[in-house]
């Protein structure tokens, strides 16, 4: 199955990206980058460095800047002004693909199909399947790290920051009917790594886990401050590690998912409908709960290997 990578970097975008190539289970035909954490400059120029520091042969392709109808939103505040923890790595030696994100993905999917990982906001998907017709059916699955299970919202008190950074967007890739793996962010709250973690990334020495470990100490400080101890929450980490192994996804809930774009309170919630007394068909599989050592493993394996 090929696969393409959605993406924001962004910190644990970062580790899932990391982990996705280095498992060497799935084909990668390129990672695209989009607006969310912190401007689009900065999360294709992360998603270079971090192609690079692993031997340099994913393609990435520039996407979109900006959200559909709303003002940008970025996290800078949890990845740091240039998305990878205010680390100075060197500039990427190589460049961004000339194709744009949003035709890549349609092209793509013109030769085979195609499965998406995506780790941000949904803008690149939801313009790839307004422009090109049908394309919804040769996509063959969305495993993505968005939206909330329980309404515990991260950047409202309703709402997750991949959903919020462009609910229009996330409206039209739950609507369309591509099957969607969602993992949701209070199952990530769940599967936070502890200090024995940290410990074990910090002792990493290959190039992109020494990277990986400086970008983390800003996260972890964060997550500090926001959680009271010190964890690593690693979000995206999780939607790769579905993608790569879906035995990682040990409890999950199909439902029907819309994404509320009104809403004075609510804009970008998912709402769950578990009942489907209307008479519609579950669209998404809610990863309720993942196995944290499984997914541990998979991360070191990936920062660890040559
Ligand atoms: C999501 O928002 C971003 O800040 C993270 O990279 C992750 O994709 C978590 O809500
Ligand atoms: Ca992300």
């Not at 120029?45 to 996407?63: H, I, W």
């Not at 020494?210 to 970008?215: E, L, P, R, V």
Request: a negative charge.
């Amino acid at each position: 199955m090929k696969w393409i990578i959605d993406t924001d970097p962004g910190i644990d975008d970062a580790s899932a990206i990391i982990t996705a190539v280095n498992s060497g289970a799935l084909d990668i035909l390129g990672i695209t980058s989009v607006h969310g954490n912190v401007g689009l400059n900065h999360t294709t120029r992360n998603a270079l460095k971090l192609v690079e520091l692993m031997g340099g042969d994913v393609p990435v392709y520039q996407g979109t800047s900006r959200p559909i109808l709303q003002q940008r939103e970025h996290a800078a505040e949890y990845h740091g002004e240039n998305g990878f923890g205010n680390t100075s790595l060197p500039e990427p030696g190589i460049a961004p693909q000339d194709q744009y994100a949003v035709d890549f993905i349609i092209e793509s999917t013109k030769k085979q199909e195609v499965s998406l990982l995506t780790l941000g906001p949904l803008t690149n998907v939801a313009l790839a399947i307004a422009k090109e017709r049908e394309l919804e059916k040769r996509i063959k699955q969305i495993v993505m790290m968005a939206g909330t299970s329980r309404a515990r919202g991260n950047t409202s008190p309703l709402a997750e920051f991949n959903i919020f950074a462009d609910p229009e967007a996330a409206a039209v890739v739950f609507e369309s009917g591509i099957p969607i793996i969602m993992v949701p962010w209070e199952t990530c709250l769940d599967t936070v790594f502890g200090s024995e973690v940290i410990v074990r990334i910090r002792r990493s020495s290959t190039e992109v886990g020494k990277a990986f470990a400086q970008a983390m100490e800003y996260s972890v400080g964060r997550t500090k401050a926001y959680l009271g101890s010190e964890v690593l929450l690693l979000c995206d980490l999780l939607a790769a590690c579905a993608a790569i192994d879906p035995t990682v996804i040990t409890q999950q809930l199909n439902a029907k998912v819309t994404v509320e774009t009104g809403g004075r309170f609510s804009r970008g919630l998912t709402v769950i409908d578990e009942r489907m007394d209307d008479g519609s068909k579950p669209n998404a599989s809610i990863a309720l709960a993942c196995d944290r050592a499984k997914i541990e493993n998979m991360f070191l394996d990936a920062i660890n290997a040559k």
